[in-house]
Every structure is written in structure tokens, then in C-alpha cells.
């Protein structure tokens, strides 16, 4: 086994998401497996997102909110550690601020807007349609890119139950659970307005709804759920992989659970919930890999309850759903990541 020192970077917030520490640490795992050695610095947003997801195995160093206190105190973290490498997941940060990091250290950067330079030796993009003509004169001639959905960080127990979830789409059968899963950190209560819209449309069906515990829906949604037996609510569960193999189908964040619910055919309506989502979205749409909305589309509810409609009304378009999708992603991303960073 390779033992490489790597140091994690990502950024997390109430209106970033909790999205890039999740894919940092399902890539954290797939390292630790082949036998390196993995820390985080991490603001206080990242520290909550690995305490209830479980970096408790792994050292976690504390910088601040601040980005011009936080890069020098990730630095020197590194520095502390030993880390031959580290892993930026950050949108934030300067080429300047990101190239103190190298001193001599593999730089690796998560991507998905191939918008800007980058001062790094390895590339992850897993948008769809990326390829790594997308970093030609954004890195460095030696870089390596890593480019499009075979290099999605997708958790290992989506594809586990791979096989067996799709073999159950293909025979068919009655909807029951409508999966409604638009981020731990809720952006704007989206989820609410979700429910909201969308509850009168599903009678008879179930709606499992996941967010975390500090989401600004949660309160008025477990009122709700008090009084209503299909309104299911899921908070920080660690059971994603179970919910989305039990769904019909879902509305979901145009993150990277996008890849989580395409490995597991998961029929879906994607909502744009951020600008570095709408490129990918969008592409995915135009080819019939989901169907999109925009949330901050003035009609935004309306759009949503048509979309969901039209899945849950047209059996041959849930199918191309579900076939589509499983074929562009087959959830061995990170093991993939893996193998080229070590």
C-alpha cells in the first residue's frame, strides 16, 4: 500500500452547501483505503458537516471564517502534518491564495466551472460533458485533468446496491416514495417552498424529505409532519443511499448528489440552486439525463409542479430517467481519484 500524506481544503456555508465536504470526504475515505494518511482544516461549517458525517477517524485542524486568516492557518497546518499533498474544494480562493499551498506539495483542486487559472498538478471535474481540453491555458502543461462523470466522488454504498436497485426499476410497478433532497444547509428554505408546491400534486404518494438539522425548513416542516402521515423528514441521515433506492422518483440539488441519484437510476427533477450548478444542469437536461428548474426562476413553483407531473404522469419518460442516467455514472469515481493522486 502507498502511504501519501494529504491535507483536505474545502469550503462549506449556509449558502455554499455542505456539498464540496461531503465529496472531499467520500474521496478522504477511498485514499485512507489504499492506505494514506488524510486531515481537514476546517472552518466551523466544516467541522459540523464531519462530526455528524463521520471524520471523527481522521485529524480535523481548526482556521477561521475569514479566508485571509484561514489560508495562512491551513498552510501551516499542512506544514504540521507533513502533507505531501493537498486537496482544495474551494471557490473562494485566490490563484495567489491557492498556490500557498504547494511549497513543494502536490496540488489537487475539486472543480466544476473551468473559468479560471488554477496553479495545480491535478484537476477533478466531473461535470458532465468536461473534458480536459476545458483546462487547456488554465493549468500548467503537466497537469493532469481528470474530467467528466467517471470522475465523480459518489460514496461507495451507491454503487453497492447499484445492481440490485436497477434490476427492481426495470420490472416497474406502483410510485410510492417521492424523495425530496435539496441540501443539508437548505439554501433559503428551498425545501419548504418545495413541499409546499408540490404537496397538493402527490396525494396518496409519500414524500421523504432530507435536510439537515440546522436547515431554516426544518421547523415549520416538522410542524407540518405532525398532523401528515406521508411527510416523512430525514435529518442528517446517513441512510441517502437507502432513501434514494427505495424513491421512484425524486426532486434533488444540482450538486453532486446529481451523480448519486444517476447511479441509482433515480428519475429526476433537478433544481438549480447555485450558479456553478446551471452549466452542468442545463447540459444534462438538453440530452434528456433529467429534467431542470431554476430556483430563482419567478414562476420557480409552477415550473416544479409541471416537471414533477409530467415524471410521475408519463411511465416511458421515468424510464428514460432511470436508463439514461445509470449509464453516464457508474460510481467509482473516487477510487478512480484515488489511484491518480497516489
Not at 479566508?67 to 485566490?94: C, M, N, T
Not at 408540490?198 to 405532525?226: F, Y
Not at 450548478?277 to 415550473?303: H, I, K, S, Y
Request: net charge negative; with cysteine; charged share 25%.
Amino acid at each position: 500500500m502507498i502511504s501519501r500524506r494529504l491535507l483536505v481544503f474545502p469550503d462549506c456555508g449556509p449558502r455554499i452547501g455542505g456539498g464540496h465536504v461531503m465529496r472531499c470526504l467520500t474521496l478522504a475515505r477511498a485514499l485512507m483505503a489504499k492506505g494514506a494518511q488524510v486531515a481537514f482544516a476546517a472552518n466551523p461549517a466544516v467541522q459540523e458537516v464531519l462530526t455528524v458525517f463521520g471524520g471523527r477517524d481522521m485529524p480535523v485542524y481548526a482556521v477561521s471564517d475569514d479566508l485571509e486568516e484561514a489560508v495562512p492557518q491551513a498552510v501551516g497546518w499542512a506544514k504540521a502534518f507533513g502533507a505531501d499533498a493537498v486537496l482544495i474544494d474551494h471557490y473562494r480562493l485566490s490563484f495567489r491564495q491557492e498556490a500557498e499551498f504547494r511549497d513543494g506539495r502536490v496540488l489537487a483542486v475539486i472543480d466544476d466551472t473551468a473559468d479560471r487559472l488554477r496553479p495545480a498538478d491535478l484537476v477533478v471535474n466531473p461535470g458532465y460533458g468536461r473534458t480536459a481540453q476545458d483546462y487547456a491555458g488554465l493549468v500548467h502543461e503537466g497537469a493532469v485533468v481528470l474530467a467528466g462523470p467517471e470522475f465523480a466522488l459518489v460514496r461507495p454504498e451507491f454503487s453497492a446496491s447499484r445492481d440490485a436497485t436497477l434490476e427492481r426499476r426495470r420490472e416497474g410497478g406502483h410510485l410510492k416514495h417521492v424523495l425530496i433532497s435539496l441540501g443539508l444547509t437548505d439554501v433559503e428554505g428551498v425545501t419548504a417552498r418545495v413541499v409546499k408546491a408540490l404537496e397538493p400534486h402527490l396525494k396518496g404518494l409519500i414524500l421523504d424529505v432530507v435536510l439537515g438539522d440546522q436547515a431554516p425548513s426544518l421547523p415549520a416542516l416538522r410542524e407540518q409532519a405532525k398532523t401528515d402521515c406521508a411527510l416523512r423528514l430525514h435529518v442528517d441521515t446517513h441512510a441517502m443511499a437507502e432513501l434514494m433506492r427505495q424513491a421512484d422518483i425524486a426532486v434533488g440539488a444540482g450538486g453532486s448528489s446529481v451523480w448519486e441519484r444517476a447511479v441509482l437510476g433515480l428519475p429526476s427533477v433537478t433544481v438549480i440552486l447555485a450558479d456553478n450548478q446551471r452549466e452542468m444542469v442545463q447540459a444534462m437536461a438538453n440530452v434528456g439525463l433529467t429534467l431542470a428548474v431554476d430556483a430563482t426562476a419567478a414562476d420557480f413553483e409552477a415550473q416544479l409542479v409541471t416537471a414533477v407531473r409530467r415524471v410521475i404522469d408519463d411511465a416511458s419518460l421515468r424510464r428514460w430517467l432511470f436508463e439514461a442516467p445509470c449509464h453516464a455514472c457508474d460510481g467509482k469515481g473516487a477510487e478512480r481519484v484515488a489511484e491518480a493522486l497516489l
